[in-house]
Each structure stands twice: as structure tokens, then as C-alpha cells.
């Protein structure tokens, strides 16, 4: 228990809150000090926590997110009232979208003048304007409750389908006092938080018999998979079955991008072809076409291919959201993916039939086909250079460095290392994610390498570099081993677009050209690192490696090589006016 020069036998609410969390295991706090929590960190960091103090608070809160991915535990942003809350709130409604487990807590104001609308210092009915962009939300108001409102908070952000809790503590509560052991007795230390939901058997049975009828069966892995920490089974699933596996971007390396039934390199073939799709941890979202369309073999884009899908999730209602799910496999995906193998194992024995070969022979020659023109692309040695020849420079140091994290932001630059960069082992990619969202780029490279540990490299185009560009601060404030790569090609997509007005200002799309983004790194005492040609893109990556030194390497990349929103261009809404 603490103790504090105030009293021995007293506690109060800063201290209730940081023994409540320290008791439930979390020993790290994302935040931005001020009014009313600058003490908190102060005593949090006292009491021994990580206290990781950003720049803005959106980065801090996609650090918690991300956090919360890597762990399984919700990471913690703590922020100010108001205007620190709303910042915040960009990222705990990413994390609810992505299915992360993150807690917000913020400070908040009077109570009985903010709902009186008196005006106080940074007044806001937070609670209210969290609520329906959060998985749950929260307020205490005694310190005696401290402790049942963080095991709520932990319990809602875990359980179930993860995602954001928003927590509103009131400045008030904090100097509150209460004799220290009923302070104690007050806390509660959560049992099970994420308690494990074991699917039906008549449902695995369905599962299971769909699976057996199969032609041209098909493995789906999302994020969701990768979250589920259950690599060893869903390898053997893949593995026992022979079944051909598509990674979702963030599913990349639960088992190597290198493994031969992967399919990624034939990913247009493979989905309109099969006949059966299992999805582990996958939701039918815009990213996968919503299950339906031409991307699935439909004659228009809401029209079905004809697949069924057995679904893995953990949440009922996610079954039917696009297209018809013949077999909805419910539970957590640890517990489905193994009884799915036990129904395997007990009904075939050891010898399930693998997949037909015509349809691994089609998916080969389709795969080695399309590896061969991309070896051919990687080798060119353009100048300038161009995103594949920087890529290929990425991919041999991703390859000779398995361990590091990869975080990858922007359009174009996403889209390639996507797909030019193979990963090794799991939850080593961290991106934009459901949302494609710009901005969680140095929030993700900050708590990846606070929670791991390990070397962190960002993949970043130039604009979404810019979104969360002043942590470069705090990552060489905390001399983290992060290497930021900046593909820098003046904009936006690409640096080349006019203004159609003629005016003065450049296309909105456009940058100052030739930036140097490597001096920002210089001016926090960082390695800063201007980059023209692969090689001197490798010698630079391969040093921030060796070194671990917070390193921003400025690499230039052909203005002209982007597409407009990179592959996602038919998204664009088209003018119907000719002029
Ligand atoms: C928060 C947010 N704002 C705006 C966008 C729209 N957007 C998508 S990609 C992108 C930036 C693309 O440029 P860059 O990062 O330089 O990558 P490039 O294509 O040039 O490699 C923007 C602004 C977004 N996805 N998220
Ligand atoms: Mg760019």
C-alpha cells in the first residue's frame, strides 16, 4: 500500500487510482499532464509506473491502443479535461473500430457546474460525447468506488470483443480521502478479465461438415487472429487442413508471408475462386468487399459470389452483417480454432484429405507467376528511386531482423510495403487498420518499442508522417530504438498535382518540395539521415538496428510514382460535371 508524508493510515484518490490499476497488472501510462492529473503522473511514476509523457493526446491514446493489441491488457491514456479529452477521443474510438482494448481516462470538471452549464475551467459533459464512440463509459465520484470503476473499465475493455473504454474522473475525486485500509479493501483485483467462451459442439459439427464438403476452400486470417495470441493452433489449422490462407495486413506473419500456402500473391484469384472461406478473426468489412461484389466472383458489386463462409468471432452479431454465414463459429478464437482441430483430428484421424490439388496447383502457378514479375520490379535500380526499390531495401532488413516491429502509415506507401514486405512472426505489423486511418504512426512506434522492447521501424509517407510528426521528441526524450522512414515524395499520393484554379498556392495535395525531414530528428538530438539511393537507405536502416538510436531517415522518392489513393482509388467519388 502506499504511504504518503500526508498521513500513514489516510489514502486519498490520485493513490487509489494508481494502486488499482498496479493491482490489476498495468504498469504503464500513455498520457499529457495538466489539470486536473499532472499530479497523477507525478505519483504514478513515484510509485514506480512507466509514464510515457507525449506531445498530443491522440498519440498517446493510439499508443494505448496499440499496447493494448501487443498485451491482451487495455493500455491506459490518461489526459486533461475537455480539449485533452477530445483529443484523445479520435483514438479510443479507433481502438473501439479495431477492436483494441484501450482505456481513456480523463479529468474532468465540476460536476455541478458543468451540468448546470456555469462555465467552468474546460467544461464539457465528457461522458456524454464518449459514450457512442466507446465500447462502454464510466464516472466516479467517491473514492470508495475507485476501485469497482477501473475493474468495470478493465473488465469492458477485454472481455468479450475488445475495444475502448472511456473512464471520467472528476477533478474532485482525486484529493478525496479515506482511511487506508478500507482504501484497500476497496480495490479489486480482476479475475479472468477476458474469460475464455467455448464455441457449441453442433456448431463446431456445422463448422466442420461445410468445411469437408469443400472444392476450393479458402483460410481468411484478420487482426482479430493475430490479437488472439493462439499462433500454435491456427498454424496447425492451416497446416493439418493443407487449406491455402490469405493474411489481412495485420495477420501478416502469424505464420511467415514465406509460407508456401499462403496465397497473398494470388489474393484476386483466390477470392472469387473458392467455393468455401473460413474466416479466423476476419469481419466482412469494406477491406475484404464486404463478401460480396466482383472481388468475390458477383456480377456487380452487390452481388453474391456464391462462397460459404464458416466465420470465427467472438461476437454473435457480427455473423449475417453482409452476406449469409452458413456456419457461425462463436467463441473466443483460441477456443474455436482448437476444438475446430480436435473435430479435425477425431473425425478424419490423421488422414484429412487436403484440398484437391487442381485447385493448389492453380493458386501456385498463379502465385509463382506474380512473385516472378515482383522480383523482376524489386531489382530495378531507378533514379530516382521509386517505392519498390526502397521497399526492397526495407524487405532484406524486415527478413535479416524478424523480431522488429513494423508500424506502416500513408497510401501509397502503405499499400507497397503491405505488399512487398514479408513478415516473419506475429503482431510484428502495426498499421492504419479498419479506419485507414493517418496519424497512428510515431503513437504505434512508441508503445511497440516500450512494450517490446525490440527495434521499431515506420514505414511513413510523407503526409501521414505529419499527423503525429512532434513525437520524434519524445521518442529521442526516451531514446527509444525506433527507425522512422520517411518516403518522401512531396504530398499527398504524389508531388506532382497543379492547382486548377492557377492561383498562387500550390494543389492541396502538394508539400514544400525537398523537404528535410531528417533535420527535425537532429533538432531533438536524433540521427537524422537524408536518403537518395537504396543503398544509402540500407546503410542508414542497418545502423539505427545496430545502434537502437531514435533515427528519422529522409527517404526521396519519386514525386511521380504514387497513384491517387494508392489502391483504394475507385473510392473517390467521380464529378458528374464534365467542367
Ligand atoms: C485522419 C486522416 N485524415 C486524412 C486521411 C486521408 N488520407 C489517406 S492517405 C493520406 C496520405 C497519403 O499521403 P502519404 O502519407 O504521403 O503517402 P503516399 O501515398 O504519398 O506514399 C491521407 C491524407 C486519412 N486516411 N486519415
Ligand atoms: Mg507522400
Known sequence: MTTDAQSQEMTDGFHLVIDALKLNGIDTIFGLPGIPITDLTRKAQAEGMRVISFRHEQNAGNAAAIAGFMTQKPGICLTVSAPGFLNGLTSLANATTNCFPMILISGSSEREIVDLQQGDYEEMDQLAIAKPLCKAAFRVLHAGDIGVGIARAIRAAVSGRPGGVYLDLPAKLFAQTMEAEAGKKSLIKVVDPAPRQIPARDAVQRALELLKSAKRPLILLGKGAAYAQADAD?????????????????????????????????????????????????????????GKGKTWGGKDHKDWGGQKFIQIDISPQEMDSNVRI?????????????????????????????????WLRAIAERKNKNLAKMAETLAK?????????????????????????????????????????????????????????????MGYCIAAAVVSGQPVIAIEGDSAFGFSGMEVETICRYNLPVCVVIFNNNGVYRGTDVNLGGGQDVAPTVFVKGARYDKL??????????????????????EAIRSRKPTLINAVIDETAGTESGRITSLNPQSARKK
Open 234 to 290: 491456427i498454424r496447425a489449422l492451416v497446416e493439418k487442413t493443407g487449406i491455402p490462407y490469405l493474411p489481412m495486413a495485420m495477420a501478416k506473419g502469424l505464420l511467415p508471408d514465406t509460407h508456401e500456402q499462403s496465397a497473398a500473391a494470388a489474393r484476386s484469384f483466390v477470392l472469387p475462386e473458392a467455393d468455401v472461406v473460413i474466416l479466423v478473426g476476419a469481419r466482412l468489412n469494406w477491406l475484404l468487399s464486404h
Open 326 to 358: 452458413d456456419a457461425p463459429l462463436v467463441g473466443d478464437i483460441g477456443s474455436c480454432v482448437s476444438a475446430l482441430l480436435a473435430a479435425i483430428d477425431s473425425t478424419a484421424g490423421s488422414s484429412w484429405t487436403k484440398p484437391p490439388a487442381d
Open 381 to 441: 535500380d531507378p533514379t530516382p528511386m521509386n517505392y519498390h526499390s526502397a521497399l526492397n531495401v526495407v524487405r532484406d532488413i524486415i527478413k535479416a531482423n524478424p523480431d522488429a516491429i513494423l508500424v506502416n502509415e500513408g497510401a501509397n506507401a502503405l499499400d507497397f510495403t503491405r505488399s512487398i514486405v514479408d513478415m516473419y512472426k506475429p503482431r510484428k505489423r502495426l498499421d492504419v487498420g479498419t479506419w485507414g486511418i493517418m496519424g497512428i504512426g
Open 521 to 542: 530528428m537532429e533538432a531533438f538530438g536524433g540521427v537524422g539521415v537524408h536518403a537518395t539511393t537504396p543503398a544509402g537507405l540500407r546503410n542508414a536502416m542497418e
